[in-house]
Nanobody, 122 residues
Framework: QLQASGGGLVQTGGSLRLSCAAS????????MGWYRQAPGKQREPVAK???????NYVDSVKGRFTISRDNAKNTVYLQMNTLKPEDTAVYYC??????????????????WGKGTQVTVSS
């Protein structure tokens, strides 16, 4: 089970930090990540991280967002800085038993949390 928190309303240029804690069979969790879905758009991957800390990001957030994780707490974080109105979306936490970024990009993620709304006002 994945439980996300930290969404909210922020002005352009502001910051938010999302958190997502995994519970249950957490010993088998590999890649963890964040996806988002804006109104009228498809869900897209935002950032992912392996157990060892290897990361990847969608180009639109590089330099502004930072993904991290605490394996001891089975928690993944997304620090979002310099937020823009186009970052407005429902953000979803996801996880997979596979610890390979490329395979999870090809085949998708197994486990999903409920979304948390992020709204950036202009």
């Amino acid at each position: 089970q994945l439980q996300a928190s930290g969404g909210g309303l922020v002005q352009t240029g502001g910051s938010l930090r999302l958190s997502c804690a995994a519970s249950g069979s957490v010993f088998s969790i590999g890649v963890m990540g964040w996806y988002r879905q804006a109104p009228g758009k498809q869900r897209e991957p935002v950032a992912k991280i392996t157990r060892g800390g290897i990361t990847n990001y969608v180009d639109s957030v590089k330099g502004r967002f930072t993904i991290s994780r605490d394996n001891a707490k089975n928690t993944v974080y997304l620090q979002m800085n310099t937020l823009k109105p186009e970052d407005t979306a429902v953000y979803y936490c996801a996880a997979d038993r596979d610890n390979d970024l490329e395979r999870t990009s090809l085949y998708g993620m197994e486990y999903w949390g409920k979304g948390t709304q992020v709204t950036v006002s202009s």
